[in-house]
């Protein structure tokens, strides 16, 4: 979808209401591409597996950036973006691993941890205000990951510990792309991404390089294909909301991985599982709802 229709779009929606929707298209696509790696072949390495998505999201982003000509390659901050091509390569690396190397409902609920992460930062670096009602609604969601953990009976894997690595950098990722997108477009911004990232982890791939097979082939190119699309949406997202709103939308990607579960590995999701699913839901609705209301409050004493 081209930014000018975005833009069009944007004029008769809140912005806030085209930054969760971006979200949910992100939760979508991470959790497609993280139920596709999880259905390759336990030989290949994972360095590999990153460079493949890198390489296949590049080609299928490329055609976008001949779109944009060479306006989509002028930057005003490299050392940023160089420094968010870090952050995400790394979170990317400890993301993968831990997604072939746990269940998929498993290192999806971890994962949620990374929306404490990033609005503690966004406090920090982005100076966001958060209310004690927010506060109280990120809590609330997070509460329902822990009910469908159920912490004492997780095994304390090294999968778990480099999960949490990775929302850490997750969350730093997100921070620079925030404040790239004040002054760098979406496409500018995937486009340093994209291609450093492939260029750095293709040299590290090449001590461990092995030829997958034509199906992990093809499964790799699946994951390139919604990787790309989780990342457009992410970074789009932010171009309307701040991230310490979009954070806890991150926990509507259970909602997906529990059927994806279901379908791909007959994971059967128990009571606690749902349970946790419905808190979650209420509470990115509630932060939703809060979000629309305190807005609407700011207009009525502007006007």
Known sequence: MSTYRLTAIAQTLNPKLMGAGFMLLWAMSFC???AFAKTLSPDIDSVVVLFMRCFFGLLFFSPFLLRTGLKGF???RPLLQFTRVLFVGAAMGCTYYAYRHLPLALATSIGMTGPLFTTILSMAVLRDSVSLSKWGLILFGYFGVIVMVRPHEVPISLGVWVELL???????ALITTKVLSRTESTLTIMFYGTTITTFIVGILAISVWETPVLFDLITLMAVGGFGVLSQYSYVTALKYANPSYLAPFEYTRLCFA???GFLFFEEIPTWWTLLGSLMIVA???GLTRLELMNDHFSKSRIG
């Open 32 to 34: 497609m591409a993280m």
């Open 74 to 76: 002028v930057t005003s």
């Open 166 to 172: 990775g929302n850490l950098f997750v969350a730093m």
């Open 258 to 260: 529990i059927p994806l």
């Open 283 to 285: 509470a990115t609705y």
